[in-house]
């Protein structure tokens, strides 16, 4: 009996351990030499989708996350690797909007206004991607975000039928870079549970051109 019940626990523990191992491989392969850290070795594509995120954390210091996806998307504008961007996070009330806050930043980095859209439903990485295809009729993208989450999004993109390169902004250490990447390894996880119930975006609403 006691064997029996190291067994099951043993097999309890080993479950979730390579749900983890194997959806961080499927990834992490699929993304393998498409994203990239030099804006000299990306290719060209006519938008950038930067992942939104809030522009201050909860202690109300600056997110170096937001700060180094705004510059990593004016970088990339400015070398002519993209033509217009495309802004995709989360508008959950009145008081909280990723999309507008990202845009002002932009066009203070210089970028035109009238070259960057909204998409006021990119409430997760599933959305913002599925949306990219769907709503703004997009066939090829460069995702813009940290390079463990331009992975992830490049995965889901395929999934969905868009074709996904990422542009590298760059990351952060330390122990809130530490805690970022240990959610991340779940939220990888949680791709294959959402790619198998076939989850789909909050929104889907009316189709809107980039031009």
């Not at 940290?146 to 889901?156: T, V």
């Amino acid at each position: 009996m006691k064997k029996k019940s190291l067994f099951i626990a043993l097999l309890l523990l080993l479950i979730p351990l390579m749900a983890l191992f194997l959806s961080n491989y499927a990834i992490e392969r699929t993304a393998k030499g498409k994203t990239f850290h030099d804006v000299n070795e990306i290719e060209k594509n006519r938008v950038g989708l930067v992942l939104g995120t809030s522009k201050r954390l909860t202690d109300g210091n600056p997110n170096p996350y937001y700060t180094f996806r705004i510059k990593a998307t004016i970088q990339l504008f400015k070398a002519g690797k993209i033509d217009f961007v495309l802004v995709s996070g989360d508008n959950g009330s009145v008081y909280y909007n990723e999309p507008t806050t990202f845009k002002k930043d932009l066009v203070d980095g210089g970028i035109p206004a009238e070259r960057i859209f909204l998409d006021y439903a990119g409430f997760r990485t599933l959305d913002s991607m599925v949306r990219a295809k769907e709503i703004f009729g997009l066939e090829r993208v460069t995702v813009i975000s940290q390079e463990f989450h331009n992975e992830r999004a490049i995965f889901l993109a395929e999934k969905k039928g868009l074709k996904a390169i990422g542009f590298n902004a760059r990351d952060i250490s330390g122990q809130q870079g530490l805690k970022v990447r240990f959610r991340e390894y779940f939220a990888r996880v949680k791709v294959f549970l959402d790619l198998l119930m076939n989850t789909q975006p909050k929104f889907y609403g009316e189709k809107i051109e980039i031009k």
